[in-house]
């Protein structure tokens, strides 16, 4: 009867993943037809150049240095959560830019919001703006500035115009939103067909030791 309990139990342990299986199977073949962001080809880096993204992280930097010694730095990624939007990007951004001058040890780092406007339009909006020490890590209890909405929108609007004169342009932002899109669909992807692979020799290690 033992042995009866067992058979009974691997062979729900086979018709269980035969499932995931086929759910797999059908989610990466949905994927690879769908190819959502792959025919996109929208935004462009301007005077900025891709210092990292790696496959294996969900973030890109770029890096602009101008003749005058001043350095720009933007780093993004996807938020989590997704939005209803008439355009094709389901999710907005999360981007820090951070300036440095030359001769001076603090940086000033903004920390925006990226979302689509329209169907391939794009803008960024302030959230906070602040500066650091480039040498010292920030306390919780250290004082950034003042809260960014609370600012005149005289001042708010001459802000987000020093980065758009670093070049946080429309072009950029519709750059990274395809970017990281696409990044997260192929990693996406990637995982689900790791996930395969895992079921499918753990269910063939079954039958064959079955066998």
């Not at 696409?182 to 692979?197: A, I, N, R």
Request: some cysteine.
């Amino acid at each position: 009867m033992p042995r009866a309990t067992q058979i009974l139990r691997k062979s729900r342990k086979v018709v269980e993943d035969l499932n995931l299986l086929k759910v797999l199977q059908s989610e990466i073949s949905h994927e690879l037809s769908s190819n959502s962001f792959q025919d996109e080809n929208n935004g462009s880096l301007g005077d900025f150049v891709l210092d990292w993204n790696s496959s294996r992280s969900q973030d890109v930097v770029l890096r602009r240095k101008h003749e005058s010694g001043e350095e720009v730095a933007v780093s993004a990624l996807l938020s989590q959560k997704t939005y209803d939007t008439e355009g094709i990007f389901p999710r907005k951004l999360l981007m820090k830019v951070c300036v440095k001058r030359p001769g001076l040890s603090s940086i000033f780092q903004f920390d925006c919001g990226v979302s689509e406007k329209g169907v391939r339009r794009s803008d960024f909006k302030i959230r906070s703006a602040y500066f650091l020490q480039s040498t010292t890590v920030p306390g919780s209890s250290i004082y950034r500035g003042p809260l960014f909405s609370s600012l005149e929108p005289q001042l708010q609007d001459a802000l987000k115009e020093y980065l758009v004169a670093r070049g946080i342009r429309e072009d950029l932002t519709n750059f990274l939103l395809l970017t990281l899109h696409k990044k997260e669909q192929g990693q996406y992807l990637d995982w689900l067909q790791k996930l395969e692979s895992f079921v499918a020799k753990d269910e063939r290690l079954f039958s064959a030791a079955a066998g």
